[in-house]
Every structure is written in structure tokens, then in C-alpha cells.
């Protein structure tokens, strides 16, 4: 529902930071103070305004109790001349004053803190943030993912922006007020006596050095609840998220354990920083008594002495008082400040790390003529020292098909991944066109490369938003187009959603749930059709159809891979023996290649896989024949 439209005073305001700013892609500094800088720098005005309100109303603060003073020697000078009028000529001017000072400055200093505070920063400052590094974040290497809970990441990213908003505002808000406070109220007590300034100072020494005691133990013990808090979020989301595998093995109990454990952990760190916390708040109530006991205390002893007027004693007083009452209120945001930065720094261990697959400085876009594909001596082990792939190389010619055979585990969806560059290589290079993948942008490299693997998961969105993400300015005539050469067309436009959207409209549900593995693999296969890129890599691209789908679909994939390189894998080896190459795979190494009739002729690993799913005979009779590659 889109919120009614804001008053102009509110627009003004919260237009004054652009959360969507365009903002370099670099990663967001590693160190904490840099981090804040960075972040902080970009919404230096609003911060600036707020700083100057501060100032002025904490001002305006000071100067009431100041006036309160006054007011009490004017009446006990007045009481000895007792004239009720001369009283209201003498002062008149400054009761006037000081009227409108707290009629229409004060409301007016509070309204534009408010918004600034409010309307501003509040909801700009944590956008920016989570914006900015859930850009960053977003294009990390897929290993960044595949070793964290995607949970956790998000939870981070959410967390870090309202963190280190809060903290900054209260820092500038509320830590600048006292600061202000507290220098006008010692020179206020001095101009009375020097004397009287003695209680708030012990105080001011005390108070700071219980800051610098508490405060970095509270912001230590906050990172550790910070990242706990992290892991409990990632365990509950990793059940959720697998909730299916969760209720086929009955494993409640098994899991209720996994995440109570995570989330006693998590208790028990928030408890061992809250004992931080009362710690220094029995401190601080310790320090607030001299301050109340020891001010209004000097200030009668010297009023009784004939060194100062009672005015003083009713500005001491007050303003003692009202400091007591702020102290409590600056330790919880002091402490509030520290616990955010342990929660910042606990985002900057995640947000704030290079990227694993990073884009050359002065790469290209990748240009795609003819698409021949060369590993020249490849070799990839995982970040491990060794194994998975080791020294391979591959020529593809342009418009080759090669089929890609081998045992489970040979390193056969690996080989297809470097050449995405999902991961970067340990050894060797990958050259397209004779140009080095590592030197070119990621985008137009997998813009060029049409994709279908055996675990298609669609976007929790639409068909048609899911269909885009081949072609983003596809038309609904083209994608229905190409569901329709996939044998999708049918099933979606049965689809009907559970708000009742049909058809392209349809939302597929998380990871694309709510379709079959069947159904899945079509909409996927639609999407590369849609996409038409010059290079195809069709890994167990049919694995979920069945024989009469798949026979379907056949020939809209033959017509999808004329013209095109192509590199399919499959188990099922008659789905590729026709293809124009076979690349045999074991261990991260190629053993054979060559036809169909090549390799059975050789009878060697291939041979025997075709053996054992034709059955044990070489001439199957459903074999399709070799030279129709
Ligand atoms: P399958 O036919 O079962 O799909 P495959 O030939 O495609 O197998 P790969 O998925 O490439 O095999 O795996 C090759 C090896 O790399 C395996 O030993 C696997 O354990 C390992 N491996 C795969 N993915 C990762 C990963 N993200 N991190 C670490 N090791 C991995």
C-alpha cells in the first residue's frame, strides 16, 4: 500500500538525503572508524544542521535555568521594595524575551530536530547504508555465499545500517547536548563561584572515566552478542529454508536442539554484556549523588556565607538536577552507541571483504564472434592445495557441441563454473574468442553464456519477472514464445497463485518451490531460449523430465543449439551421444575423447558407462548412430 502523500515540511525533509545516491562500487572500508567516515560523509549537511540545532537548543536549555536564577533575586529584590509594577517595568523586557524564547524557539529548535532526526536520517541514513552494501555484498564470489548462512549475510546487512545510523545520531544528538550542557553549566557556576563548579567537575572526571572503563568492555562483549545473534538467525533460516528435507526425515527434535543451542548461546552473551551495563550504572548513580548532594550543598554554604545571591542556589539546583536526570538517560545511549558499534563491527567482518571474483580495473566488455572456448593447462581445487581439476586443457571449436561424460564427482559442473568464473582459477586460463575471461567484466561474460543446470531455482517472483532474467526487455509475446518452444506454455498459463495471480503473473514461490522439477527445468530451459546467447552450457538440462517431455523438447533444443557452442553434460548418455565431440572426464582430468563410435570402439571408460546403461550391449539398439554428429 504506497502511504498517503507527505505534507510539503516532510517531503523537504526527507528528500535531503538520496539513499539510492550513485555511489562507487569499491568495498566499503575494513576499519571501523573508516567505515563510519565513509558512510557518514555522504550525509554530511543533515549531520551539520543537526549539530547546529543541538547546539542551540541545548543553549536555549542553559539559558532557561540562567533566567530562573535571575527571576529569583529580581522577586527577592522586589519583595524588599515591594512594588508589584516597578517590578514588571524593570523586567518586563526580558520576561518578554525569555516568553518567546520558550513559546515559539524552543517548539521551533525541537520541530526541526525532530525532522532532521526523524524525517531524515532516521529512515535515509539506514537505507543508504544497507543499500550500498547490499550492492557490494551481492557481487561477491559464489564461494562468499557458499561459506556463510545466507541468513546471517542478510541479517548483517539489515543490522549494520540501522546500527550505524543509530549510533551516529546519537553521538551527534544527543553526546553533542551534554557536551554543551555541560561546558555552559560549569562557566554559569563559575561566573557565581569557582567553588560550585568543584561537585560537576569531580562528576564530568568521574563520569569520563567510567566511559572509558565500561564502554569499550560493553562495545567487546556487544560483537560477540552481535555475531551470535548472526548464527542463531542463520540456523533458524537454514530450517526454514529446508524445511522439505526438515519434514521428510522427522527431524524436529533434532533441529529444535541445532538452533536452541545456538540461541542459548545468544542469551547467554546478551546477559554477559548486560552485566557491563548495571555495572556502570550503579557507578554512575554513585557520581549523580555528589552532584546532587554536593551543589545545592556549596551553594547554600556560600549563600549563608553572603558569597552569592539565592538566585544561584535556584540555578544550581536546577541545573544539577537536570543533569542527574540526563546522566541516566546519556548512559543508556552511550551504551546504546557502543553496543551499535559492536554490531557494525560485527557487519564489517562480512560486508567489508575484498572481493573473491573481482573485475579487472581496466576490464572489457567480452566480444563474442564466433565462440571458441580454449582451457589452456586449467588448473582449480577449491581453495584446497589440490585436486577436483589439475593442468587440464580443451579446445572447443566454435559452434562445436561437446558432450562432457564422467563418474559422479569427476569435475564435470566444476569445469562449467570456471568457465562462468563463478570461481577464479588456481592455475592456467580460459580464453573465449581468445580473449582471457579473468579480463573482462563478469556481466558481459555470463551475458553471453545461456545456462540450464540440473537444480534450476527460480526467484520467488513471476513467470514473466523469472523470464526476464533471460531477456529484461522481453516482450509477453516473446516469452510466451519461448515457453511455448520449451512445452511450458501449458502449465503456466493454468498457474494460479494463492492471491490469485494467473498465468505470467504467478509467483512460483521461494527458490520456485511451488512448480514441479519438471515444470522448473522448463520454465528454465524457456528462459535460455529467450536469452539466446552464442555460447550454451546445458548441464543435466533435461535430468527432471520425463521421456516424453524430454522428446519434446528435443528438437526445440536442437534448434536452440544450431549455430551456438555448446557443451552439455548428462548422465544419460543417450541424450548426448549425437553430439559432435564427447569429452570424457574422470577425476578432474579428460581420459578420452572423440565420437561416439570413437569411444565405443576404444572401449574404455565410456564404453563401459555406455555398457552398463544400454544394458550390456555396445550396439544398443536404441543407440543413436554415430555419424549423425
Ligand atoms: P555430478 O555428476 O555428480 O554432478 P560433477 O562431475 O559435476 O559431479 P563436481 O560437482 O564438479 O562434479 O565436483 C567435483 C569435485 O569438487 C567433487 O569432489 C566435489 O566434492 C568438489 N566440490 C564441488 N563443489 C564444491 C564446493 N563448492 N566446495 C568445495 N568442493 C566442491
Redesign the pocket.
Known amino acids: 500500500m504506497t502511504p498517503p502523500r507527505p505534507l510539503f515540511i516532510n517531503r523537504l525533509f526527507e528528500g535531503l538525503i538520496d539513499p539510492f545516491r550513485p555511489a562507487q562500487d569499491a568495498m566499503p572500508p575494513d576499519r571501523l572508524t573508516r567505515f563510519y567516515a565513509h558512510y557518514l560523509r555522504q550525509v554530511r549537511g543533515p549531520l551539520l544542521l543537526l549539530l547546529v540545532v543541538g547546539l542551540l537548543s541545548a543553549l536555549v536549555d542553559v539559558a532557561l535555568f540562567d533566567f530562573l536564577g535571575r527571576v529569583v533575586d529580581w522577586v527577592g529584590a522586589a519583595s524588599k521594595s515591594a512594588s508589584g509594577s516597578s517590578f514588571f517595568e524593570a523586567h518586563g523586557r526580558m520576561l518578554w524575551l525569555m516568553a518567546f524564547v520558550t513559546l515559539i524557539m524552543r517548539p521551533v529548535l525541537t520541530g526541526l530536530h525532530d525532522l532532521l532526526v526523524h524525517q531524515t536520517l532516521t529512515p535515509g541514513l539506514a537505507t543508504l547504508v544497507r543499500w550500498q552494501n547490499h550492492r557490494y555484498v551481492l557481487k561477491q564470489g559464489?564461494?562468499f555465499f557458499?561459506n556463510d548462512f545466507a541468513g546471517g549475510i542478510a541479517n548483517r546487512i539489515l543490522q549494520t545500517g540501522v546500527a550505524l545510523r543509530d549510533s551516529a545520531v546519537s553521538a551527534l544528538d544527543a553526546i553533542w547536548h551534554v557536551l554543551i550542557y555541560s561546558v555552559t553549566s560549569l562557566v554559569l557556576f563559575a561566573r557565581a563561584d569557582w567553588r560550585l563548579t568543584l561537585p560537576l567537575i569531580i562528576w564530568i572526571v568521574g563520569y569520563i572515566a567510567a566511559l572509558v572503563y565500561f564502554v569499550p568492555r560493553v562495545k567487546h562483549r556487544a560483537t560477540v552478542a552481535s555475531s551470535s545473534r548472526g548464527k542463531l538467525m542463520g540456523r533458524i533460516v537454514d530450517g526454514y529454508g529446508n524445511i522439505g528435507t526438515l519434514k521428510l526425515f522427522a527431524h524436529n527434535r533434532f533441529e529444535e536442539e541445532y538452533v536452541r543451542e545456538a540461541m542459548a548461546e545468544q542469551t547467554g552473551q546478551a546477559q554477559y554484556a548486560a552485566r557491563m551495563i548495571t555495572g556502570m550504572g550503579l557507578v554512575i548513580a554513585a557520581l549523580n549523588g555528589i552532584l546532587i548532594a554536593g551543589t545545592p550543598g556549596l551553594a547554600l554554604w556560600l549563600w549563608s556565607s553572603g558569597r552569592m545571591s539565592a538566585g544561584v542556589i535556584a540555578l544550581a539546583t536546577g541545573l544539577a538536577i537536570r543533569i542527574n536526570n540526563m546522566s541516566g538517560w546519556i548512559m543508556w545511549v552511550v551504551n546504546g552507541i557502543f553496543e551499535n558499534l559492536g554490531v557494525v563491527q560485527d557487519g564489517i567482518h562480512t560486508i567489508s571483504r575484498p572481493r573473491v571474483v573481482a573485475d579487472a580495473p581496466d576490464a572489457q566488455d567480452l566480444r563474442v564472434a564466433h565462440g571458441g572456448i580454449r582451457f589452456e593447462a586449467v588448473s582449480f581445487h577449491?581453495?584446497?592445495p589440490s585436486?577436483?581439476i589439475d593442468r587440464l586443457t580443451l579446445s572447443i571449436e566454435p559452434g562445436e557441441k561437446i558432450g562432457l561424460i564422467?563418474?559422479?564427482?569427476?569435475?564435470?559442473?566444476?569445469?562449467v563454473?570456471i568457465l562462468l568464473r563463478l570461481y577464479d582459477l588456481d592455475g592456467g586460463r580460459i580464453l573465449i574468442d581468445g580473449q582471457d575471461i579473468s579480463g573482462v567484466r563478469q556481466e558481459s561474460l555470463r551475458s553471453q553464456i545461456g545456462v540450464v543446470t540440473?537444480d534450476t531455482s527460480l526467484l520467488h517472483r513471476s513467470i514473466r519477472d523469472n523470464m526476464r532474467y533471460g531477456k529484461p526487455d522481453a516482450s509477453d509475446e516473446e516469452i510466451i514464445h519461448a515457453l511455448r518452444q520449451a512445452q511450458a506454455d501449458g502449465f503456466v498459463s493454468n498457474l494460479i497463485d494463492l492471491q490469485g495471480r494467473t498465468g505470467l503473473d504467478a509467483h512460483v514461490g521461494e527458490r520456485g518451490v511451488k512448480l514441479s522439477g519438471g515444470q522448473r527445468q522448463r520454465v528454465a530451459i524457456a528462459r535460455v531460449l529467450l536469452k539466446n546467447a552464442p555460447i550454451l552450457i546445458l548441464?543435466?538440462a533435461t535430468s527432471a523430465l520425463d521421456s516424453d517431455a524430454e522428446a519434446a523438447i528435443q528438437e526445440n533444443l536442437e534448434t536452440l543449439m544450431r549455430g551456438k557452442t555448446v557443451i552439455a553434460?548428462a548422465?544419460r548418455l543417450s541424450t548426448i551421444a549425437r553430439l559432435d565431440r564427447l569429452v570424457v572426464?574422470d577425476e578432474?582430468l579428460i581420459v578420452e575423447t572423440g565420437t561416439h563410435a570413437e569411444l565405443v570402439a576404444r572401449n574404455g571408460l565410456y564404453a563401459r558407462l555406455w555398457r552398463h546403461q544400454s544394458g550390456g550391449s555396445i550396439h544398443d539398439p536404441n543407440a543413436p548412430p554415430p555419424q549423425d554428429a
Request: avoid cysteine; charged fraction near 15%.
Open positions: 559464489l564461494a557458499l577449491y581453495g584446497r585436486g577436483v564422467g563418474p559422479s564427482g569427476a569435475g564435470k559442473s566444476t569445469l563454473n540440473q548441464d543435466e553434460i548422465h572426464m578432474g
